[in-house]
């Protein structure tokens, strides 16, 4: 078969190059609007080949290149009713086209001498041989997973039905292969329509769109395309499109009946996210207005029937799916200190059990690279005296270009390790895994209506959680599941079903985001589960009192502005203000930082003192967090970007990339709302002067978080509701001598107190200058 293949690859080349220089009308392959139809140019290229190359017009042959056009599935893009034609009849056909006697004998193009072809063969062959060995994979995988065996009946009841709910275990393909199935069914109607799928978390969003490109053979941002907030690889060629579930969110922003799409699949609806749940209700209402819609609720077997009533008794579809045994240990005390316990389990399972990977769940970034770094430390000091342990972390915030790393398969001699936040408990599929270790926690975040304190809290997980994690020990065959604790808390201490987030945060985006999709009775939308009036209301105050609604309740200009940046209102409130005030460029370049900081610096035991050295010197004396973040930003700048600057100040030169990208997109709305965006100084206001103004802009989002410090000098209370709290030792004002007396902070991050982080000084007087409706009114 080799050869017919590579025969195929010289024909592609020759077409190539036969079209270099030929003369190509643009109506050929200039679509309506003038763009070049990339489809229509290489029907136009083929076309002229043939008329070139056989001139006697023998119609066989011109059947036969059109038939090799088709059989090299990678190059030539095929519309979706061809797909299907072609898979249901591609083994024939592929033995009819490279019979050899019927072959077409090209000829070699003889102006090239000898070696010249050879090195060109060798290369052509080596690309033959990945090209093979990917389609064969990719095919062998497609074709052995659970969903490939019911497409048909599948695809049927999607015919029939407008909305459904699909459930199947972790890995059965509904994520990388039902939108597939769709797009070859023909539900784009050749690019009419976009095929959408939301996932909770965008590094699901990324790998799948990533795989499911593969698998269809085209880059990512050409057919299979995602969006996730400040990073887009979609285009108007995009017909599969992943995304996150809040950026579809924002989508109803623009298209309100989601006209782009003709089937929209709501993934991993049983995590309950804030936005699921928000896109089920609005969802509810297009189903309504659009008959030619189709909605498909994806979830793990867990809570199938809830969706189900709420779509009015939508039918629901199992995947069966084949899962193995997996035997569950629990530790007979508590531990003390589960990252300790999970570094020791990783090197017993390592040097006592059978070949496998293994999968650890942790709550966060900060563990998983703290884990890693130990466990990497304590292999390299063993040395050859154990196998290889290829460590994989695995969390939201891990660039894009790492990611991929978990899915490549083990080599021989070595076991991997995944370091995975409970990302890994549905929303991929890790192949290969023999043996999950539980921490049994999760980090979630909470919100106090009561005190308006919002906080990321650790936490045990549900049993829901722990079982669905367990689960993933037994997909290749008989795995085993550490729970780093006791069996009695998993049965007392662990709730049955995790919260819905809706029921937990804090509401004032989507509040924002309904009133500014018109609507406004928020009371009565229609929710799953309906959020605590308390929640509501509290959600109202804080928008009305950063100027969203007018005293009528009407929804103001202010409002309006402030949906469109995509990030929190009180952010985008502070962007406003700036406009006001000659400073958007200084807070815009804050707020892209404020998106980043977790990784902001190198981390490295050996070079801890020069890396603390290092930030030292970009702290604000005067601004605290927020200055220091746009002295690093600015110089930065000043340093035109440079990899060497990042390198030299222990900066990470990919994380101020993207803060870059960050900013530019948020600078593109500014823009768009006439905010000014003249540069301070240029505009000849002293530094002091605009260092005062960013100061006051961030004030006039933030007045809710306002902190006094204690009488013992050494932590703060909250202003509104007397809750103590610390400033967190990352932060630029820890132990600062001596301390302020007014301090306002982003956020509140329950460890082993509760943290503030970024915090910024401020004087007592802004408050009444900016909040006096707030600090005045009930208390
Ligand atoms: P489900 O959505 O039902 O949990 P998926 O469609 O996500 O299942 O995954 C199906 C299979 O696709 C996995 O078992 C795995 O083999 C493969 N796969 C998914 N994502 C990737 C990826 N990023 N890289 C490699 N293989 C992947
Ligand atoms: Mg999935």
Redesign the pocket.
């Known amino acids: 078969m080799k050869k017919e293949i590579f025969e195929l690859f010289q024909k592609r080349k020759e077409i190539e190059d036969e079209s270099k220089g030929s003369y190509f009308i643009p109506e050929d392959y200039v679509n309506e609007e003038g763009k070049i139809d990339r489809k229509r140019k290489e029907d136009a290229l083929y076309a002229k080949y043939d008329e070139n190359k056989f001139k006697d017009g023998s119609s066989w042959e011109e059947s036969q290149i059109k038939r090799a056009k088709n059989a090299i599935g990678g190059f030539t893009k095929l519309k979706p009713q061809d797909q299907i034609e072609k898979r249901k009849t591609e083994e024939k056909q592929y033995d009819y086209v490279f019979d050899n006697s019927q072959a077409i004998q090209f000829q070699l193009d003889s102006t090239k001498d000898e070696k010249q072809l050879n090195r060109e063969q060798q290369i052509l062959e080596e690309k033959v041989k990945e090209e093979e060995k990917r389609i064969k994979t990719i095919e062998q ?1 497609r074709k052995s ?1 659970p969903v490939y065996k019911k497409r048909t009946e599948l695809m049927q009841m999607i015919k029939e039905n407008q909305v459904m709910i699909i459930v ?1 275990e ?8 039902i939108p597939q199935y769709l797009y070859e069914d023909g539900y784009t109607q050749n690019g009419r329509y976009k095929i959408g799928c939301t996932q909770p978390r965008r590094v699901a969003a990324t ?2 769109a ?2 499911v490109s593969d698998e269809v053979g085209t880059k990512v941002g050409d057919t299979v395309g995602y969006t996730i907030r400040f990073d887009d690889k979609s285009s108007e060629k995009t017909e599969i499109k992943y995304m996150t579930d809040g950026m579809l969110l924002r989508e109803f922003l623009t298209d309100f009946e989601l006209s782009a799409y003709s089937v929209m699949m709501i993934d991993e609806a049983h995590e309950r996210t804030l936005s699921t749940d928000v896109l089920l209700g609005l969802l509810k209402v297009i189903i309504k207005t659009r008959s030619d819609f189709k909605l498909l609720i994806c979830s793990a077997t867990m809570n199938a029937a809830k969706f189900s009533e709420f779509f009015e008794d939508a039918p629901i579809y199992n995947i069966p799916g084949r899962t193995y045994e997996v035997e569950l240990y629990y530790t007979p005390q508590p531990e003390a200190n589960y990252i300790h316990a999970a570094i020791t389990t990783v090197f017993q399972i390592h040097l006592s059990q059978g070949p496998g990977d293994i999968l650890v769940f942790l709550t966060g970034q900060e563990e998983i690279e703290n884990m890693a770094e130990n466990l990497a430390e304590t292999s390299n000091k063993l040395g050859n005296k154990i196998k290889e342990l290829l460590i994989c972390p695995i969390y939201a915030n891990l660039p894009s270009e790492l990611q ?1 790393r978990i ?1 490549e398969p083990t080599p021989k001699n070595a076991r991997k390790v995944v370091l995975a936040t409970n990302i890994a408990e ?1 929303s ?2 890790i ?1 290969g895994i023999v043996y999950v270790i539980d921490s049994g926690f999760v980090k979630e975040n909470k919100f106090n209506p009561s005190t308006g304190m919002e906080s990321l809290e650790i936490q045990p997980c549900s049993k829901a959680s722990a079982n669905q994690r367990a689960g993933r020990a037994g997909r290749v065959g008989p795995g085993k599941c550490f729970r780093l604790f006791t069996k009695t808390a998993f049965e007392t201490e662990m709730p049955d079903n995790p919260t819905p987030e809706i029921l937990r945060v804090n509401l004032n985006g989507v509040v924002l985001l309904l009133f500014s999709l018109g609507i406004t009775d928020i009371w009565n939308f229609d929710y799953m589960d309906a959020p605590s009036s308390d929640n509501l209301a509290k959600s109202l105050s804080l928008l009305y009192s950063l100027g969203a609604f007018n005293e009528n309740g009407g929804f103001t200009k202010i409002g309006r502005q402030m949906s469109e940046f995509p990030v929190d209102p009180m952010l985008s409130k502070c962007l406003l203000t700036s406009g006001e005030m000659n400073c958007c460029s200084e807070v815009l370049s804050i707020i892209s930082m404020l998106q980043e900081t977790s990784s902001l610096f190198y981390r490295s035991k050996e070079k801890q003192q020069q890396i603390q050295a290092s930030r030292e010197k970009f702290i604000s004396k005067v601004g605290g967090d927020h200055l220091t973040y746009l002295n690093i930003w600015n110089e930065f700048v000043d340093s035109g970007y440079s990899r060497q600057w990042c390198h030299d100040n222990f900066v990470q030169f990919k994380t101020l990339n993207r803060v870059k990208n960050i900013r530019t997109q948020l600078e593109r709305i500014c823009v768009k709302q006439s905010l000014i965006l003249e540069n301070a100084q240029a505009s000849n206001i002293s530094r002091d002067k605009t260092i005062l103004h960013v100061m006051k802009s961030i004030v006039s989002g933030y007045f809710w978080n306002v902190a006094r410090l204690n009488r013992g000098g050494d932590s703060y209370k909250s202003l509104k509701k007397n809750q103590q709290v610390w400033i967190h030792p990352s932060s630029a004002m820890f132990k600062l001598k001596p301390p302020v007396k007014f301090l306002i902070y982003n956020e509140l991050v329950l460890t082993s107190k509760e943290f503030m982080r970024n915090c910024m000084p401020i004087s007592e007087r802004w408050l009444s200058e900016y909040a006096s409706h707030y600090y005045t009114d009930d208390e």
């Open positions: 995988t997973l199947g972790t890995g059965s393909g509904k994520t990388t292969q790998s799948v990533t795989r991929q899915f549905t991929l599929t192949d």
